[in-house]
């Protein structure tokens, strides 16, 4: 695949490489079996098979075992390569995978674990008969639809020519204009709560993609030095790593007040993952947990809050400015507070959002969901008469593709990723994260050992993969509804439906919402 | 500094193996045999320690409480022979209201004493029934009232559970005026009940009863079963007396700082009786929330009495009585509370709500609703590690022998439990920038609620809702 330009970015985008996954047994959707008593090895199978479900290299005496994630199910009975059909010995087997079941949950079902799988494997959307845009959540983006397009505003244009890019200043102040090429980019994760590895991957991928990830409250390890017109410090409330230096390394600096997933309650870095390179990045004492306290204790005011950005833009005068701030039911004056005070950024973090660790009962109960954050501050801005001159990012609970798209439409500028990311590199979501040694799967880890599970060319390509992807999806839909920009869609709620808000008649025209019952 | 509440939790390994959630799956007809690759052996969390010299040992495959759910085995084995389900006995357990999720983390906070944490983001349905329709609030930045994480010790928790007057008047000297009886409270807000069903063993019921010893909390028993050696735990216990028996019980009742009574046409005749044997004693009224009556009107009746808490009882699963579209305690609360505020009663006296409170975010949402605290039954039960299977109901063995329970450890369990839930709650008031517990009384604009911000948010943009918001 050739690399791409777009005209309104002048940003070539990175090429797309298949990258396969880490793991011997992929996971599908279903379990293919060939009954190695009835198999005569003909390679009829392998031959036909267009996904490479079956494999038989030439000169070996058989086929490999079945790539059982890439099979695109039992729809392929309607096509002419159906391999049980056209197996002589009729040796091969096919059905739904049990292992499903006790994989993902209401919020990242099966499906779309597989979907994002598959597209940070491919770079393409999946072919397989999965589910990867809804979840089973049964509200919020989950119910919402875009409207039926016009045909007739439909426009012939090519991927390359759509602009999918955002504006991060829009204030009119003499700091620098910065426009990445996609409509997201990386949440914080700390050096500590994720692998190196795989921090810098991302770092890697957001130069590729011209996006931006974030340090978390981790410090500003130096192998994110090459890549650091794309990284993000975060000056979070425990202030760990944070130098002058590392404020003015950052084309962005992120003030953290509060995360979605845990409003209110601060952070906690548990001693087993403070090894010796953690602590002296983060300048503290191996094996003992970290608090970051919450509130700032320096900030009890948005005068104070003002003093605070203040202060980052004299440390670096081209700094941008971006206050993260979770979703309490004022949010909408908190984000017009931060506005006053000087952000070029408002970050709304959502209360479904992800975290390295957090309890239970805060992810659950505490703020709202970014469905309805969206809109409430978006029409706060707009009464304001500030909506134009900042830009507001939306997190917590943006799981793919059309999740952004609907965030968007709902009035953000753009999202920030951070669980997407992660599955994107094989993440179950088992919530192992902040456990023993950390993430078994070698992500959210500083372990010795797991931690070098995972290389960083692995993550940046797979990241570039599902981001792509993503942006294909969003090409489809912006030249269906006749749009050239992503610009265009901001606050284009009236392209959105809900589908407890149509008639019954209305609601059959739109694809139902996934409501399997799940055992929790 | 003042002192603090504090009560230390000790780890209580379970005596049986839990209910696990996942079962794995060997095909090991296809087993490679000695591989130095096996996934067992290089299981992260070292769940497999016990068998995996699988060939050697052909168990049944394992229900495993320990799996942590990351695949590496499903994904890793070199002959792909590994697999999972869920576990059919999990499925099992418990009902819709007390899910197998519910009973698995009171297990959890039962046997460690901490509370469940883990790292990704919420797993759950957008909005649910009942107290799941409603997110409590957080203060951005604003946060006069905390002192970061270590501040949370001092976080109050205590509930009163005595009638306070209408209002203090003072002599010219300054003394007060009126007579105001002994203020009864306790440090959080949660009192026990004995349940109606398992196998209520000495041994069960004195867990319990040490367990609210230790908390500093009371436990409601019926009068009929204290003996000697429960009648020992004096102040700890809030007898539950019928009025016929006052009489019966003049000793205990002189001994016990509150009694819950039944609500009954002359409730107040009861009431005389028992203040008549001890004058300072506290007395709630116990009401069952019947669709029969006008439950709100009725509270507003029986806090005009000279009584000083009104118990109010929904179902296990915090449902109306008597009803075919029974309503949930959240909203019966509402209606309590608000009806006590509208008669200018509401500050004397208290509201105990009982039913549907299986987690610790209950107890703090069943207060935004209007109660002052909680009792908590069934709980008790399950951090003893019942599943809530019925056989006992049945007359069958208890999977779990509660019958041979020592009472340490199942009041170790219950504190555990107790312990957990406190910092739960504590974690909720801390986000909210309160204090005290008693602040969160009826602060429903410390709360949001799916059917607001549906309409605040999403109506100015989809128009009239067609589906019937059902969150009762």
Not at chain 1, 39 to 54: D, F, L, Q, S, T
Request: glycine share 8%; net charge negative; charged share 25%.
């Amino acid at each position: 695949m050739s690399p791409q330009t777009t005209n309104q970015t002048k940003h070539k985008l990175p090429e797309i490489k298949e990258i396969r996954s880490r793991f011997r047994n992929t996971i599908g959707k279903y379990i293919i079996k060939r009954n190695t008593a009835k198999c005569i090895a003909c390679g009829k199978c392998a031959e036909i098979c267009p996904h490479g479900v079956h494999v038989m290299p030439e000169n070996y005496l058989k086929p490999f075992r079945p790539i059982e994630h890439k099979c695109m199910g039992l729809s392929c009975k309607e096509t002419e390569h159906y391999c049980i059909e056209h197996c002589p010995e009729d040796a091969i087997t096919i059905k739904p995978n049990p292992l499903l079941d006790t994989l993902g949950d209401y919020r990242w079902t099966s499906e779309m674990l597989l979907g994002h799988f598959s597209m940070a494997e491919t770079g393409q959307a999946p072919h397989q008969d999965i589910e990867y845009n809804l979840g089973n959540s049964g509200g919020g983006f989950d119910k919402m639809r875009f409207i039926e397009p016009d045909s007739s505003l439909v426009i012939d244009m090519a991927d390359e020519d759509i602009d999918t890019s955002i504006e991060l200043n829009k204030t009119g102040d003499e700091r620098p204009k910065k426009t990445i090429s996609m409509p997201c980019y990386g949440g914080g994760m700390s050096y500590g709560s994720t692998a190196l590895s795989v921090i810098v991957g991302r770092a890697r991928a957001a130069q590729k993609l011209n996006s931006l990830t974030c340090t978390g409250e981790g410090g500003y390890p130096p192998n994110f030095l090459p890549y650091k017109e794309h990284v993000i410090t975060q000056v979070a409330t425990g202030l760990f790593g944070v130098r002058e230096e590392t404020i003015q390394n950052c084309p962005i600096m992120e003030f953290k007040y509060a995360q979605g997933a845990k409003p209110g309650l601060g952070g906690h870095l548990l001693g087993e993952k403070v090894t010796e390179a953690v602590a002296k990045m983060r300048e503290t004492v191996v094996g003992n947990s970290l608090f970051s306290p919450f509130p700032f204790h320096s900030v009890y005011s948005v005068e104070d809050h003002k003093k605070h950005v203040d202060w980052m833009k004299e440390i670096n005068t081209s700094v941008l400015c971006s206050i993260k701030v979770s979703t309490p039911t004022d949010v909408d004056m908190v984000a017009v507070g931060a506005y006053y005070a000087g952000a070029h950024i408002i970050h709304i973090d959502g209360s479904y959002g992800g975290t390295g660790a957090a309890p239970d009962i805060a992810k659950k109960n505490i703020a709202m969901p970014i469905e309805y954050a969206i809109p409430k501050v978006h029409r706060f801005l707009e009464e304001e008469g500030a909506r134009d001159k900042v830009t507001l990012i939306a997190s917590g609970g943006i799981r793919n593709g059309l999740d952004v798209a609907k965030a968007i439409a709902l009035g953000a500028d753009g999202c920030v990723i951070g669980t997407a990311d992660l599955v994107a590199v094989e993440c179950v979501r088992c919530g192992n994260c902040e456990s023993g040694r950390g993430c078994a799967r070698g992500i959210a880890t500083t372990d010795p050992e797991l931690g070098n599970m995972i290389d960083e060319a692995y993550v940046e390509q797979r990241l570039i993969n599902m981001y792509m992807a993503w942006r294909k999806q969003w090409c489809d839909l912006l030249r269906s509804y006749g749009l050239k920009s992503i610009k265009e869609l901001r606050g284009r709620s009236d392209l959105l439906v809900h589908l407890d808000y149509l008639d019954e008649e209305e609601r059959k025209q739109y694809q139902p919402a996934p409501s399997k019952k799940l055992v929790l | 500094m003042p002192k603090k509440y504090h009560i230390e939790s000790k780890a209580a390994p379970p005596r049986f193996y839990p209910v696990g959630k996942y079962a794995t799956i060997e095909f090991r007809e296809e087993c490679a045999g000695s591989c130095k690759k096996c996934v067992k052996k290089q299981c992260v969390y070292n769940i497999f320690k016990d068998n995996y010299l699988h060939h050697s040992k052909m168990d049944e495959p394992e229900y495993l409480y320990t799996c942590n759910s990351c695949f590496r085995c499903v994904q890793e084995c070199t002959k792909g022979i590994f697999s999972r389900v869920v576990n059919p006995e999990y499925r099992e357990i418990g009902d819709d209201y007390w899910t197998p999720d519910v009973l698995n983390r009171t297990w959890y906070q039962a046997h460690t004493g901490s509370i469940p944490v883990s790292g990704a983001g919420y797993r759950g349905p957008f909005v649910g029934k009942g107290f799941d329709s409603m997110w409590t609030d957080m203060s951005e930045i604003v946060r006069p009232t905390r002192d970061g994480i270590h501040g949370r010790e001092y976080i109050n928790t205590c509930i009163e559970l005595s009638r306070r007057p209408e209002r203090l008047a003072f002599n010219e000297d300054g003394t007060l005026a009126i007579k105001t009886k002994p203020i009864l409270e306790i440090p959080l807000p949660i009192i026990f009940q004995q349940p109606d069903f398992g196998v209520l063993s000495k041994a069960v019921l004195i867990s319990m009863l040490n367990a609210a010893k230790t908390m500093n909390t009371k436990i409601m028993i019926n009068v009929a079963d204290i003996d000697e050696e429960v009648a020992d735990f004096g102040g700890t216990l809030i007898p539950q007396i019928g009025k016929e028996n006052v009489q019966n019980y003049k000793e205990l009742i002189g001994q016990v700082d509150m009694v819950d009574i039944d609500y009954s046409d002359n409730f107040q005749d009861t009431i005389k009786t028992l203040k008549a044997i001890n004058k300072d004693i506290c007395i709630s009224v116990m009401l069952p929330l019947s669709a029969k009556i006008d439950y709100a009107k009725t509270c507003v009746e029986i806090s005009k009495a000279d009584m000083d808490t009104i118990h109010v009882v929904a179902d296990s699963s915090g449902r109306e009585f008597d009803s075919d579209n029974p309503r949930f305690i959240k909203d019966m609360l509402r209606d309590i509370h608000t009806a006590l505020i509208d008669a200018s009663m509401r500050s004397q006296i208290n509201i105990i709500a009982s039913g549907g409170i299986c987690m610790a975010e209950h107890v703090n949402k069943a207060i935004i609703c209007g109660a002052d605290g909680v009792t908590i039954d069934r709980s008790l039960l399950i951090a003893m590690e019942c599943r809530l299977c019925d056989r006992c109901k049945d007359g069958l063995p208890c999977p779990v022998e509660f019958e041979t329970i020592d009472a340490e450890y199942g009041s170790n369990r219950i504190v555990n439990l107790m312990v957990a839930w406190r910092n739960q709650m504590l974690e909720m008031l801390g986000a909210m920038g309160l204090r005290e517990a008693r602040r969160l009384r009826g602060e429903v604009g410390r709360s949001m609620w799916f059917e607001d911000l549906e309409r605040e948010n999403f109506a100015p943009i989809f128009g009239e809702r067609k589906v019937s918001i059902d969150v009762g």
